[in-house]
């Protein structure tokens, strides 16, 4: 008898470890690993905005200029299209001095990853400029994107 109660105790322990482990892990999201790209801008000859997803070096060169310097980190980031693709986070034109910062990149267990933003203003400039930042994510996450702002 209390060998069968100590049976049926281990086994609803181990019932319940199991329910509760996978519970969590598919409530879980996971953090994407990226790099910015450096010294890129939208092309001028450009209507609207760039797509959030770009997957080759042809539809990158239809939205996308490097702007190269002088000095030792004056090239753009190079993107391999055959590992990474691109997320592209764009806004219209402004003279606002704009800076925009990732705040997260998740997988978020759907058929989706999520980036989180923060957009920054400033003050008024003397020109206009469209704020951009790209970011080169391995092919292997690649799923559509939703942008939210924060």
Partial sequence: MKAKFMLFISV??????????????????KTIPYEVAERYFVRNDVNGLPPTTITSA???????GMATVMGPNG????????????????????????DLSVISLINTNSDQLDLRYEIKRGEKRSYTSQPLMLLIVDKKYEKPVILEPI
């Fill in 58 to 64: 042809k539809e990158f060169e239809q939205y996308f």
């Fill in 75 to 98: 090239k753009p980031t190079e993107i391999d299209f055959n590992k990474s693709f691109v997320i592209c986070i764009a806004l219209e034109p402004t003279e606002t001095a704009t």
């Fill in 12 to 29: 609803a322990v181990m019932y319940c470890t199991f329910l509760c482990g996978c519970h969590t892990s598919k409530n879980m999201d």
